[in-house]
């Protein structure tokens, strides 16, 4: 490539070249990300509309994890510094007003979409528990859970969790010493058990089976 050829404008064929690359990658890239299981067994009804979202923000990184790849690696190839550049100074250039646009334009549309869907699916996941859903009241401490709960005039405390698939329950989380994290990963949604307070969320178990509680937060030793 002689100097002015690699100084000069980028020809249209690289540009088209570039961007059949950048597709090409990115198809790929999104089929492999959309093969891979990353989460375990959905195991509420809400699960699946999670992992959905997942899924478009993985369709749309992607494209853009693999357009700025591709844009450095040219970079780098076609006006790296060769020897005895060491002392020279690029050629003076002004910037391109329309490219300026549409990378501004873009991803703001782009992150606005986004942040409007998991707007939308937020609001869905707190909508409030239609009334006589079952309650338990969940109770963190270092570094264990316990679960209570009522069944007709009964009232039901355990370590262990049991609840019917199909049947809307509303969880009150609550805490004894620090801050800890309800969250069972089939079911997908979590909250922090705050000191002092009272936090909750609702879901409808879909599958049976026997799930771990997990703990999200960093709440001491072990």
């Known amino acids: 490539m002689g100097e002015e050829t690699r100084r000069g404008p980028v020809p249209g064929r690289t540009w088209a070249l570039l961007i059949v690359v950048v597709l090409v990658a990115s198809a790929i890239g999104i089929a492999l990300g959309l093969s891979i299981n990353w ?26 994890a693999v357009g700025v790849f591709v844009a450095v690696l040219f970079s780098v190839i076609r006006w790296h510094m060769r ?15 329309r490219l300026e646009v549409i990378w501004t ?66 969880f009150k989380v609550r805490s004894e010493d620090v801050i800890h994290d309800f969250w069972v990963p089939q079911w997908r949604l979590k909250v922090d058990a705050v000191p002092g307070i009272t936090t ?23």
């Open 83 to 97: 020897p005895g550049e060491e002392e020279t100074d690029g050629p003076p250039i002004h910037g391109n007003t």
């Open 200 to 222: 909750s969320y609702s879901l409808t178990p879909s599958k049976t089976g026997s799930f771990q509680v997990v703990c999200a937060e960093l709440c001491g030793l072990g």
């Open 105 to 170: 334009v873009l991803p703001t549309a782009l992150i606005a979409g986004l942040c409007a869907y998991a707007t939308v699916l937020l609001l869905d996941i707190q909508e409030s528990p239609a009334k006589g859903t079952r309650v338990v009241n969940v109770t963190g401490q270092q570094f264990a859970w316990t679960f209570e709960t009522r069944e007709g005039s009964r009232v039901i405390k355990s370590d262990q969790l049991y609840v019917p698939v199909d049947e809307p329950v509303e």
């Open 39 to 64: 989460f375990p067994i959905q195991g509420s009804t809400i699960a699946s509309d999670i992992d959905t979202f997942w899924d478009v923000l993985l369709i749309a990184s992607v494209p853009i």
